[in-house]
């Protein structure tokens, strides 16, 4: 029993509860429902990407190896930092990177932001490896698989004994690529829909021109969308509870709970964010 009086945590698959699952539901389609009534099919559209967005997000964070303070020391694989702080690091820099790509239209931004994030994690893992081989004297070897499913290199060898291995194997390395590219793809994706929708509606609430209110709304879409990224690596971090190597970790296969979790934080999120329209137009 955990000291809140639930059940344990394990390494192994936690899947969601029924109930969870049914409340979740609920709340996804009421925020649907939210976003039709309040700006009829453009909300429908924004919100669900929204959630397609979010859901991105809590995925790929699954992707980024994580060690901790453990992988500091040498005594656990991934890079030395929590979960949310590094799912955070590259996929605002994806985020950053599909708004500025965003003049160039809806597909240029996308890859942009994806690229942004995956080109972050792929200098970081490099690097980590470099300070970890050249600055600490240790091999990467990982504490959950006996060889590295792409390139086949062995590691209980190379593992220290009393760590949970060290260094950041290359399917981390892959792994964590991977993971940037989707958190700035999911990033870029909020980003976007909610622009498009306050350029669309708040020219028509303040009778202004699309050129007098882009500042208000790209500021607010940004806003909005670092937010919810947050949020969403959070969330996903709750799930993973400390270290994970990348794809390969049995705690990959948590994911579906954490998706979930994003789907639903992301709806109630987001038709808060749609609703902010009503409230321009009341004041």
Not at 26 to 54: M, P
Not at 72 to 83: E, F, H, K, L
Not at 236 to 250: K, L, Q, R, S, V
Request: charged share 5%; proline share 5%; net charge negative.
């Amino acid at each position: 029993m955990s000291a809140l009086g639930g059940p344990a945590q394990t390494g192994g698959v936690q899947p969601p509860t029924t109930m969870g699952l049914a409340l979740s539901i609920v709340l996804i389609i009421v925020a649907l429902a939210l976003a039709f009534f309040l700006v009829q099919t453009a909300g429908l559209i924004a919100l669900v990407g929204i959630i397609v967005g979010g859901v991105l997000i809590a995925f790929g964070v699954h992707f980024v190896p994580v060690g901790g303070a453990p992988a500091a020391m040498g005594q656990a694989p991934g890079i030395a930092t929590g979960v949310a702080m590094l799912a955070a690091g590259a996929g605002l820099a994806g985020l950053f990177g599909g708004a500025w790509a965003a003049p160039f239209g809806f597909a240029v931004a996308l890859a942009g932001g994806a690229v942004g994030g995956g080109l972050l994690m792929a200098i970081t893992c490099t690097m980590v490896n470099v300070i970890y081989v050249f600055g600490m004297g240790i091999p990467a070897a990982s504490g959950k698989v006996a060889k590295d499913p792409i390139t086949g290199d062995t590691f209980p060898e190379y593992k220290s004994q009393g760590t949970e291995g060290h260094g950041l194997p290359f399917i981390s390395w892959v792994g964590g690529v991977i993971g940037g590219a989707l958190g700035g793809l999911g990033g870029t994706l909020i980003y976007l829909e909610l622009l498009d929708i306050y350029q669309t509606q708040l020219p028509v609430i303040l009778n202004a021109t699309v050129e007098q209110i882009a500042s208000v709304a790209i500021s607010l879409a940004g806003i909005f969308a670092v937010g919810m990224f947050l949020m969403n690596a959070v969330l996903a971090a709750y799930n993973i509870t400390g270290t994970i190597e990348g794809p390969h970790d049995p705690k990959f296969k948590r994911f579906p709970r954490a998706v979930i979790a994003a789907a639903t934080a992301s709806a109630v999120a987001g038709i808060f964010a749609i609703a902010l329209l009503e409230l321009v137009g009341v004041f």
